[in-house]
Each structure stands twice: as C-alpha cells, then as structure tokens.
C-alpha cells in the first residue's frame, strides 16, 4: 500500500480510500448481477438479499421449533403449541411479522425457479408448523400522560396478516389484578406495597407497606415509575413489564414458542446495557430462553415457554434495506425525549457510534455472550423480572461497601474509628421487634438496583411528599411464591395491631366504642 | 441551611459526598470506610500471609500512591506481618515516565520501603518512545501492557517477593470488562475480575483497590495530601481502551453505582466449559522460559518483530504466522533473558530426636 506522501508537492500523494468489499462488484451468490448492497464487505443483488436473510431468520428460529432435537438432520418441524410474536411497531418486529406470514402462514409454499411449490405440495417444508398466532403488542401511552395511543395503528399493521389474532396490552394491565387473574387463575393476589422516603424514593431496605386500595390501574404505574429513582430504572421498569406481560400472555395463551424481532444490533446494545446494569447472571436469558412462571407446590410444572430473537444474526442495517425492497410497513415505536439519558440510550449511542470506526462491534458483543453462562446455580425467580435469580446478592453488596456502623461485620473494626467520630456511636444490641417485611432477598441484582440505586441528577417527576407508598406490579404478589415467606403461607409473622384496624376499618361503626 | 450530620457518625459535620455510596460522611469517616474496606477485600479473599514478601507495582500515579499508602496503614494497624517494597518499572517515554519516577523516589522516602527500578530499555533492549517511532500510535498499548507484565515479574523474582499488588481499581476492572466484551477477548474475560491471579510459573498478582471507584482514591489522595504524578501517558488516547473508558463515565454519570454493577455482571458469568476446551493451553516460551500459550510468548513474539523491522505486523496469531513465513528469526537480533521465577524448593526441617 501507498504511504501518505505530501499533497503540496506531488499530485497524487493521498491515500487511497479503503475498498468497502472484497473483490468485485457483482453479487457474490450469484455471480450473474451487478451488486446492490454491501453487507460486512460482501456484494449482494437484491433478488438474492432477501433469501439471504430470510435464511439467517430460519437457522435461528428452526432448531429451537420442535420440543425435542431428535436424530434427523431436517427434521420435520412441529411445534408442541401455539406461536406469539411480540410486537412493538418498530423495524425488527415489524420485519418480524413479515417473515413469520411467508415462511410459516402464507397459504403459497416458496416456489423454486419454475413457479412450483418446491419438494411438491406434500413436501413437510409446507405442511403448518403452529396452528396459531398471536401477535402481543403492549401499549405504554397509560404511563405518560399526554402520550398518543398507538393501539389502533398496530391493529391496522397486524390485520395485513389474516392469519394473526391481535392481543392488545396496556402497560397498567401489571396492575390490573383482573388480567392477572385472566392469565393466572389465581383469585384476590395480593397487591405488594412498598414504603417510601421523604424524597418519594423507594427505601434502600425495600420495606413492604401496608396495603393501599384505591388506585386505578393507570394511577398505579404513574405513582410506582415516579418512584424510581433515576431514568434507567424508569427505561428497565418498562422493558421488564412489557416482557414479563407478553411472557404471561404468550403463556397462558397455550403458546409453545415466543419470538421477539430484536435485530443483531438492538440484541448486542440490550446485551451490553444489561451488563453495565448488573443483569450478567441473566446474559443468557437475554439471548434466548425457556420459560414457565413458577409452580406452586404440588402442582404440575408448567409448559416451557421458548423465548427466541430469530433476526439476532441480522444487522440493523439488513433490516432496513429488507424492509424498503419487501415494502414492509414500519410505524416506529415512540422514543422518550428526555435531558436526561438512561443507560440503556447511552448504550445504544455508544455501539452504533463505535461501529462506524469499528464495524464488527455489535457482531463481537453478541458472539462473546452467546460464550458465556451463570457461575452458580439459581436460587429461584427474581419476582419482579422473573428470570434466574443469584444467591447472596445482599451479602456480596454488605461486603463491598460499608453504609453503617451499626453492621455486625464492622465489630471487629470499630476500634480503629477515629476518636472524633466516636461519641454518636450506637453500638447497643438491635431491639427485639421483628425487621420490617422486606422484598430485599426476593429480586436479582439487577432489579433491586433499579429500585434502589440513585443518581445526583434525580428524576422525580411529581411533588415528593404526596405518596408514602407505591405499588408494585400484581405478580410480585402472587400466591404460587407463597413459599418463600414474602406474602404469609410459609413464614408466620405478628401482625401489628395497625395492620389489623386498616383490615377491619370498613366495618367499624365507631372507633370509639371499640375503645371503650 | 442546616449543615449536614456525617451519615455515618451522625457528630461531624459532613464535608463530601461519597461518589460510591452517594452518602454525606465526613473526612474522618471516610478515611475509616475506605481503608476498612480495603481491609476486608484483602482478608475475605485471604490475600496475604504473615511473612509474605510483597511488591507493589508503583508509578507515582494516585493509584499506587494511595496503595502503597494503605499497605503500610493496614500492614501495621491489622498486624499482616508484610514485608513492603516499591516494584516501578521505567517504559522509557520521555516527559512523561521520568517525573513519575521521582515521585516513586519521593515515596520511598516518605514511606520508608526498599524500591527497585527496572527499564525496557535494560531488560528488552527498546523503549516506548523507540517503539511508537517504529510502530506509531496504534496497537502501542499492546507492545507496553506485554512488557510490563513480564517486566513487573522479573523485578518480583529479583527482589525474591511472594506477591504483587497493583493499584488497579473499580473502574478499571469495569472498563477492562466492556472492553473485552466489545473486542471478543473471551480468554481476558474470564479472568478480569479475578482478585488474585497466578500463573504456573509466575508470581502471584493482587488487586487489592478492586471495588475502590476512582474518585474515591483521588479523594483519599487529596484529603491526605499524598503526593502523585497526575499526567495522563502521553500514547493513552489513540487507546482501544479510551472509547470503553469514555463510556464508562457516562454510565456514571447516568448511575454511578454502574461501575460497580459491571463488576458484578463479570463476576456472576464465567465462559462456557466447551468453549474453555477448547483455548489453548498454557506451555512455556522456548525462548525466555514464561508463561506463554504459543511457542513464543507474546513479548518474544513483540521483540521479534521489533528487531526485524514488522513490528506492526505481530500483533495477531496470523500477522505472527506470516513472518514465520519470510523465514526464521535471525541469529543476531535482541532477545529476552530467560526467565527464572523463584524455585519453591520444600525444606525439611531435622528431626527432633
């Protein structure tokens, strides 16, 4: 290669700009066109693009489809439920849909070159993989007043595909205790409360409050997001909700596979913001998954949900350009402007800006995690995200930082406090009444995180002050965890005498009389 | 307003907000919670032994002022029984290396421990300056990151020390961690977050500022009035590392226990068993006797190609398989001194009777 020489002097003296592809400027499959588009160097026609990302979508997707691998290499493939597709509006979902129809739905099997069905109409290629479809779309307008409803705008994208059914969700269904009892079966869960500071803050010990009646669905997810603490809880909060909302949906809806249309790019960006929020133990969740809500003791376990990506080895970019030539319909989904970016916005700025210098970026984040697993073993469902849960979290927190003297583990240190900071120490014995209910050991790392862990800039939207108590999301509550202590059943408790007017209060004629 | 109470004592008046745990303390309390846990990340992981010999790795940067600092405080308050010394290793990078040198002078004098000083240009024959002339500005981290390594270990082994500790801290690790993941290093990143790490033949290595944030040790370096070269290398921002780093302060800025978070995420996965199987197993370099998961190891490889004039062209394994190409390595280029940890040799003590 020529060095640089100087452009004053001689006339040709500037470095020639790198080839963006490899050899030549026809199609590289098949070698006949001129080339349309260049895709990580390669040169591809249009009429030979789309096989070739529709073929990335199906060696995604296909190995997961049957219940069991079995012994053959092209099984046939059938599917032990229905089907469900997330869909948000955007570019992957959008495409998403798209591919699903043709390839699974349509009533035209792929035709070769002389206009046949190819392998025959009774070939197994074209026989139905699932019976159904469902397409989720979860509407978040409920949580930010002032925000349009897109509702009817998808309905109208979903109808284009007669085949789907259409499952509208709202955002405030989390709080809806009649949607969880429609996907649940379970009757009255309780609604899980927690304590607030002065600040209208979430507490740092995660208090469980006493019950709070009253709110509407909508009034509860606006009071439970104002009580976070910066602008990646509130960004986490809402993804966690829209996916634990479709997992149940999907779930209860007798689905066997759900599928998300997250490209290669967004799975890399949500990769990297899930490690830089403390989610590692879960990277594998944030690939692909199996998933049943947990069961309750006694009963059958629950069919396994398998939660894919199939457009994961498919860039953003083969996205775009796949939906310009099919004329695939994108709404957009509606992005959050705000002065203050979340980590997951500051991710996203930061992959698609690194790329440019360093193309391979979001291929090598999503290869280096597809490498990775947990260390330890689970120990249970974090309630409110419910994925694999890690033990110890609280004791690896205490040992990295010291928040109070009043530790156990600091006794031995105590002596070496300097003597000016001595005269307030409280070194007495902790008082016999019994801690607080707290959600603490119920949530992974990531989640009690974004309950908890603030920023200098804050993000309170509404006056502190108003609300001593938010709510959290109906399955935190649910029965079938009974188990573990967090909601009665398991660990017995007394019940303060507070807890036991509030309950009764209703019915009351005369407090007075009572305490006569 | 008010002043506010030290949340921690709830007596002195608070005068800094602590950048790990956003809590208002004041001075005394903080030196005590910073060093306490400093403490504890040393006797949880069981770092040390009473009677260890112990070098560390000193640039007259905040971060190995503050550590070597802090040895000597908890060495003498918690009773360690340590043997201290100041391990600095000259790069040869004028302007920038030979004032931090003087400060590493200055604390050895001040903290009154044995100092050993060991240049490129002594143990390679190069310096950092003669490199990026060859090389430069690109992938020169890589040629002083190897270097030193093996650097820090030949002056571990020539002071006969049990162990190294080194002044990396909180963000450091999380910035090594994003950093691996967006350049693949899947071998680095099954190892980054390891406290202690040892290698068959070479000495135990230490990072005892492991959960310490940055600021925090800047705080403690300002409240003490320690003294530090605060210049940035001069090559650092060409770095692969800066774009990890800059992003890394956004997220603290966005969150700040973010830095923290990271490295809890590369402590919680570890890589896949199969995956593992299949890296390359660690044998010893022909040439210099270390570590090395090739014939050569890396800082052979380096020199090599240094002393043949294709420096830039060793950085990879196929870039290494393309010289081998040319020809063999001539008979008269520089070459690395074999390598020689200290031999654990078990002495038998004499029978009683």
């Not at chain 1, 033990?391 to 031995?412: N, V």
């Not at chain 2, 600021?215 to 650092?236: H, Q």
Request: overall charge positive; glycine content about 8%; proline content about 5%.
């Amino acid at each position: 290669m020529s060095s640089c020489g100087n452009p004053a002097v001689e006339e040709q003296a500037l470095m020639p700009r790198r080839s963006k592809f490899g050899k030549s400027k026809d199609c590289v499959r098949c070698r006949l066109k001129p080339g349309n588009i260049v895709i990580r160097h390669a040169v591809y026609c249009k009429e030979c693009f789309t096989p070739i990302v529709e073929l990335k979508f199906r060696k995604a997707l296909e190995p997961s489809v049957n219940a069991r691998a079995g012994t053959s290499k092209r099984p046939k493939l059938k599917a032990s439920g229905n089907l469900c597709l997330g869909f948000s509006g955007g570019l992957g979902s959008s495409i998403l849909l798209d591919m699903v129809h043709n390839t699974y739905f349509s009533n035209q099997p792929p035709l070769d070159d002389s206009g046949k069905p190819r392998g025959g109409i009774n070939h197994p290629r074209n026989a139905s993989v699932w019976p159904s479809c469902i397409v989720c779309y979860v509407e978040v307008c409920g949580a930010f007043p002032g925000m349009q409803d897109k509702t009817e705008d998808i309905r109208t994208i979903v109808e284009q595909y007669p085949s789907f059914d259409f499952v509208p969700l709202r955002i405030e269904d989390a709080f809806d205790e009649s949607w969880w009892t429609k996907v649940s079966g379970s009757n009255s869960t309780p609604q899980v409360w927690l304590e607030l500071s002065k600040e209208g803050l979430i507490t740092d010990g995660l208090h469980v409050a006493s019950k709070v009646t009253g709110l509407t669905p909508v009034e509860a997810i606006r009071l439970y997001l104002s009580s976070l603490p910066t602008q990646t809880a509130i960004s986490s909060a809402l993804q966690n909700l829209t996916r634990v909302l479709i997992l149940h949906t999907a779930h209860s809806g007798g689905s066997s596979h759900l599928l998300f249309g997250s490209s290669l790019t967004s799975l890399s960006i949500s990769l990297l913001s899930a490690i830089s929020q403390g989610g590692g133990y879960a990277i594998r969740e944030e690939l692909q998954e199996e998933w049943a809500p947990v069961a309750t003791s006694g009963s059958k376990p629950s069919n396994v949900l398998r939660v894919i990506r199939p457009l994961r080895d498919v860039t953003a970019k083969e996205c775009a350009v796949y939906a310009w030539w099919n004329n695939v319909s994108v709404i957009g989904r509606d992005k959050q402007r705000r002065a203050i970016l979340g980590i997951a916005a500051l991710t996203k700025n930061f992959v698609v800006g690194l790329e440019k210098d360093y193309p391979s970026t979001v291929s090598t984040i999503a290869r280096t995690c597809e490498k990775l697993e947990p260390k330890d073993a689970p120990s249970g469902q974090c309630r409110l995200c419910k994925r694999p849960m890690q033990s110890a979290i609280q004791e690896w927190k205490g040992r990295i930082s010291i928040r109070s003297y009043s530790d156990d583990k600091l006794a031995a240190d105590l002596a070496h406090i300097p003597l000016p900071c001595r005269s307030n120490l409280d070194t007495s014995t902790p008082s016999q009444v019994p801690p607080l209910l707290a959600l603490t050991d119920f949530l992974c790392y990531s989640c009690h995180t974004t309950l908890t862990s603030r920023s200098s800039r804050g993000v309170k939207q509404t006056a502190p002050g108003i609300s001593s108590v938010t709510p959290l999301p109906i399955w935190v509550g649910d029965r079938g965890l009974h188990g573990d202590g967090l909601m009665g059943g398991g660990a017995r408790r007394k019940i303060p005498e507070q807890e036991m007017l509030d309950t009764v209060a209703n019915f009351l004629i005369d407090k007075q009389d009572d305490e006569e | 307003m008010a002043p506010t109470s030290c949340s921690l004592c709830r007596d002195a008046k608070a005068i800094l907000k602590r950048p790990k745990t956003g809590q208002q303390i004041c001075k005394d309390c903080f030196f005590f919670v910073f060093e306490t846990e400093v403490h504890h990340t040393i006797t949880e992981s069981e770092l040390f032994k009473p009677g260890d010999r112990v070098a560390i790795g000193a640039s007259g940067g905040k971060d190995s002022t503050v550590l070597a600092y802090v040895m000597k405080t908890l060495n003498e308050r918690y009773n360690y029984g340590l043997d201290l010394f100041l391990l600095s290793i000259d790069e040869g990078i004028t302007g920038y290396r030979d004032d931090s040198l003087e400060t590493v002078k200055r604390n050895q004098q001040q903290y009154d421990m044995p100092l050993k000083i060991l240049s490129y240009d002594e143990l390679y024959g190069w310096t950092m300056d003669a490199i990026v002339e060859q090389i430069g500005k690109k992938n020169n981290c890589t040629f002083c990151g190897v270097f030193r390594r093996q650097a820090l270990d030949r002056g571990a082994a020539s002071l006969n020390v049990d162990h190294i500790v080194t002044g990396h801290n909180a963000d450091d690790i999380a910035e090594t961690v994003l950093m691996n993941i967006m350049r693949g290093d899947i071998a680095r990143l099954g190892r980054c977050t390891l406290i202690c790490t040892q290698g068959e033949d070479t000495i135990k290595r230490s990072k005892p500022f492991k959960y310490a944030y940055e600021k925090e040790i800047v705080m403690y370096a300002y409240f003490k009035k320690l003294d530090y070269f605060s210049t940035e290398c001069i090559y650092s921002p060409d770095a692969y590392r800066g774009h990890a780093r800059t992003f890394l302060k956004d997220l603290e800025a966005a969150r700040p226990s973010a830095i923290i978070d990271i490295i809890h995420s590369g402590e919680a996965f570890e890589v896949k068993e199969e995956i593992k199987a299949a890296q390359k197993a660690q044998q010893t370099c022909k040439r210099c006797g270390y570590m090395s998961s090739n014939d050569l190891c890396k800082a052979c490889t380096l020199l090599e190609g240094l002393e043949r004039g294709m420096a830039s062209s060793v950085i990879t394994d196929r870039a290494r398989k393309k010289m081998d190409a040319i020809g063999p390595a001539p008979d008269n280029i520089r070459t690395i001194p074999l390598f020689r940890s200290t031999p654990t040799i078990a002495v038998e003590l004499p029978s009683q009777s």
